[in-house]
Nanobody
């Protein structure tokens, strides 16, 4: 099992940047598929970016070229660098993990979740 704790959220103006961090404890961090999700107020949770155990990265179309997911398997940390943030991207950001494949952004397929970190983007 893996336990996940996010940090790095905050308030920024539109066009600003933030880097989220997800610290993991547990075994075999490097073997997990890891993802970042967000949940705007009143909306469903949606996938933003994911990275498999081999380092292959996938992004939601809305964040391609602005967000970068990365992982440090030596330190058991997952990152999300977010540039040129937009007000509609405000919400709670979660990191998540799964042990079987890394093929989608379906939240039920991710068995491990952090508690979330708030991101607020003002116009």
């Amino acid at each position: 099992q893996v336990q996940l704790v996010e940090s790095g959220g905050g308030s920024v103006q539109a066009g600003g940047s933030l880097t989220l961090r997800c610290a993991a404890s547990g075994d075999n961090f490097g073997a997990y598929c890891l993802g970042w999700f967000r949940q705007p107020p009143g909306k469903e949770r949606e996938g933003v970016a994911r990275i498999n155990s081999g380092g292959l990265k996938m992004y939601a179309d809305s964040v391609t070229d602005r967000f970068t997911i990365s992982r440090d398997n030596d330190k058991n940390i997952l990152y999300l660098r977010m540039n040129n943030l937009k007000p509609e991207e405000s919400g709670v950001y979660y990191c998540a993990g799964r042990t079987r494949n890394c093929m989608d952004f379906e939240p039920p397929n991710y068995g491990y979740w952090g508690q979330g970190t708030q991101v607020t983007v003002s116009s």
